[in-house]
Every structure is written in structure tokens, then in C-alpha cells.
């Protein structure tokens, strides 16, 4: 089994708090799949306002955290670590589908399997459960491009 805690995730990904949106990668083959956890606490920042009256993760956050697992697979598949001159990009979102809402104390676990990589177009399809309930579904286009200055 292969597994990243937080370190090794500061050093795949260059999103930091409050964007950071993994926490430990319980698993993954490089060129097929990882599978990553987001433990979801009543501290994060956007809960303030998405619902004061019943916190529930936004959608696109849950979305992000799938393209963030993406972005540590296809780091580890090409044996690539970020730096200053290029991004990993969201490309494209397809056939997302929220199930179920996402609430402070949930720990969601985030599943992606990679299907191709044809001219530095990554594409996976991703799912987040919590407790086994899934929550999203969603088919991901990432592209690492050199930032322009």
C-alpha cells in the first residue's frame, strides 16, 4: 500500500490552508488510482457562511478535492513535483452529480481512476463518499501548463 501523509502532500501539491483541501492519501498505484481523506471540521472558513443555520460543505469545494487528487496522481504517475513555472489546471468538469450533503465531522473519502493521459490531458473520473454513502460523482480534465509571465 502507498500512502502520503501531510508532508508528502505539501510536497505534491502546492495548494496551502485555506485551499488545501487533502489530508492523508490512505492509498494509491501510480498510473491507475488514489484514493485520498478530507476530514471535514466546523472550523473550515466557508462553513461561516454556507449555512449559518446547517453548515454543508459547498459543492464546488467537493469538486476541488477530487481535482486536488487528481493533481497528486498525476504528480507521482509523470515522477513530476510542482514549482514556479507551470500549474496543474482544472480543465474540464463532466457528469457531476451530488447525492448527498457534506457536514462538519464527516470525513470524505475521495477515490480517482485515471482513464487516459493523451498529450498532457489528464482525464479521471472521481467519486466522494462518507461512510461508505456517496456523496459526488464527477469525470475531471486536468492539464499541467508553464505559466505565462
Not at 502532500?9 to 492519501?25: E, G, M, T
Not at 492509498?27 to 466557508?46: C, M, Q, R, W
Request: aromatic share 10%; glycine share 6%.
Amino acid at each position: 500500500m502507498n500512502t502520503m501523509d501531510i508532508h508528502e502532500i505539501f510536497h505534491n501539491l502546492p495548494h496551502r490552508y485555506p485551499f488545501l483541501l487533502i489530508d492523508k492519501v490512505i492509498d494509491y498505484t501510480v498510473g491507475e488510482s488514489l484514493t485520498a481523506i478530507k476530514n471535514v471540521t466546523i472550523n473550515e472558513p466557508f462553513f461561516q457562511g454556507h449555512f449559518p443555520i446547517r453548515p454543508v460543505m459547498p459543492g464546488v469545494l467537493i469538486v476541488e478535492a477530487m481535482a486536488q487528487a487528481t493533481g497528486l496522481l498525476s504528480f507521482k504517475t509523470a515522477q513530476l513535483q510542482p514549482d514556479n513555472k507551470s500549474l496543474y489546471y482544472l480543465a474540464g468538469i463532466d457528469k457531476v452529480r451530488f447525492k448527498h450533503p457534506v457536514e462538519p465531522g464527516d470525513q470524505l473519502k475521495i477515490t480517482v481512476q485515471l482513464l487516459s493521459n493523451k498529450r498532457g490531458f489528464w482525464k479521471y473520473t472521481a467519486k466522494s463518499e462518507v461512510d461508505g454513502h456517496l456523496v459526488a460523482v464527477a469525470d475531471l480534465m486536468c492539464v499541467n501548463r508553464d505559466i505565462e509571465t
